[in-house]
């Protein structure tokens, strides 16, 4: 059987690096590119890439993926900053490319994945929610992509389900001091010397509160998540959004 045909962009960063690695060590697949900044996109396509693991950061990605799918590359995307327009842009370029296929996984671990899931289960339940996460002090956005996307699916949950705003008589204070408001949710972010990525959604109801609670302790946890998205998104065209579709979670 042929290997698969992976090459990693971000290549020399932290989840990249050891992308690298988990790449090179999986029997069904080959590194055929590793890409740092500055590293001609040519690369990819004289490699004969299938698909291109995105772990670079928001200013880039976007003309690193618009390349990809020019050339039939498929994506496996980790990179954060996704907003409305970002997205729209990139179903604009899969139309173009329609047996292209892309994964966006706001996050690839298995844990911060059944977090997203437990959180959007709870959500209706109680008439408070928060999130914190917290993260080494080198990420450069914030909140954290993952924090985001939780916070949407708590939202989505919330509105589904007719829930009230959550109750909050700040009436005074400092700028910040309440979080950035994600749909309604607000979302606090850490950054602290000695983490890595971590996450928790604070629910609370009357006379109860619930914490479901993700810590990342190191980057492998982020790997097979990364593998599976490559395995599957090669028969997988379009646009998909979150592991959780590859994961049969339900
Ligand atoms: N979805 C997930 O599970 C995870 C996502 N991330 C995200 O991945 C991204 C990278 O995170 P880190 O590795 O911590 O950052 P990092 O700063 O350590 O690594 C990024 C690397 O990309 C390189 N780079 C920048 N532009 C490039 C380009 N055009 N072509 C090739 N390389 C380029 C940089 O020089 C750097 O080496 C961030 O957006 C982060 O939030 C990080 C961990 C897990
Ligand atoms: O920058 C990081 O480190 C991480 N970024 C992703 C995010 O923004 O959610 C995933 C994980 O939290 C690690």
Do not use: Y
């Given at each position: 059987?042929?290997?698969?045909?992976?090459?990693?962009l971000?290549?020399k960063?932290?989840?990249?690096?050891?992308?690298?690695?988990?790449?090179e060590?999986?029997?069904?697949?080959?590194?055929?590119?590793?890409?740092?900044?500055?590293?001609?996109?040519?690369?990819?396509t004289?490699?004969?890439?299938?698909?291109?693991?995105?772990?670079?950061?928001?200013?880039s990605?976007?003309d690193?993926?618009?390349?990809?799918?020019?050339?039939?590359?498929?994506?496996?995307?980790?990179?954060t900053?996704?907003?409305?327009?970002?997205?729209?842009?990139?179903?604009?370029?899969?139309?173009?490319?329609?047996?292209?296929?892309?994964?966006i996984?706001p996050?690839?671990?298995i844990?911060?994945?059944?977090?997203?899931?437990?959180?959007?289960?709870?959500?209706?339940f109680?008439?408070?929610?928060?999130?914190?996460?917290?993260?080494?002090?080198?990420?450069?956005?914030a909140?954290?992509?993952?924090?985001?996307?939780?916070?949407?699916?708590?939202?989505?949950?919330?509105?589904?389900?007719g829930?009230?705003?959550?109750?909050?008589?700040?009436?005074?204070?400092l700028?910040?001091?309440?979080?950035?408001d994600?749909?309604?949710?607000?979302?606090?972010?850490v950054?602290?010397?000695?983490?890595?990525?971590?996450?928790?959604?604070?629910?609370?109801?009357?006379?109860?509160?619930?914490?479901?609670?993700?810590?990342s302790?190191?980057?492998?946890?982020?790997?097979?998540?990364?593998?599976?998205?490559?395995?599957?998104?090669?028969?997988?065209?379009?646009?998909?959004?979150?592991?959780?579709?590859?994961?049969?979670l339900?």
């Amino acid at each position: 059987m042929s290997k698969l045909r992976v090459a990693v962009l971000g290549a020399k960063g932290r989840i990249g690096s050891e992308a690298v690695r988990a790449v090179e060590a999986a029997e069904d697949m080959e590194l055929v590119a590793a890409l740092g900044r500055g590293d001609s996109l040519e690369t990819l396509t004289d490699a004969g890439a299938e698909v291109a693991v995105e772990l670079t950061e928001p200013g880039s990605v976007m003309d690193n993926l618009e390349f990809c799918l020019r050339h039939g590359i498929h994506g496996v995307v980790g990179t954060t900053g996704w907003t409305d327009e970002r997205l729209a842009r990139l179903r604009g370029w899969l139309d173009a490319s329609p047996r292209t296929g892309v994964l966006i996984a706001p996050n690839f671990s298995i844990g911060a994945v059944l977090t997203m899931r437990f959180a959007r289960q709870a959500a209706r339940f109680f008439e408070s929610v928060e999130v914190i996460e917290l993260h080494h002090p080198n990420k450069v956005d914030a909140p954290s992509g993952t924090a985001a996307r939780t916070a949407q699916l708590i939202a989505e949950a919330r509105r589904e389900a007719g829930c009230a705003p959550a109750p909050d008589a700040t009436a005074t204070g400092l700028d910040g001091a309440r979080g950035a408001d994600v749909d309604g949710v607000p979302v606090h972010s850490v950054r602290l010397r000695g983490l890595l990525a971590h996450q928790e959604v604070l629910l609370g109801g009357e006379g109860e509160t619930l914490t479901i609670r993700h810590d990342s302790t190191h980057h492998s946890s982020f790997m097979p998540g990364i593998l599976l998205g490559a395995r599957r998104v090669v028969t997988t065209p379009g646009l998909t959004f979150g592991l959780e579709h590859f994961l049969d979670l339900d």
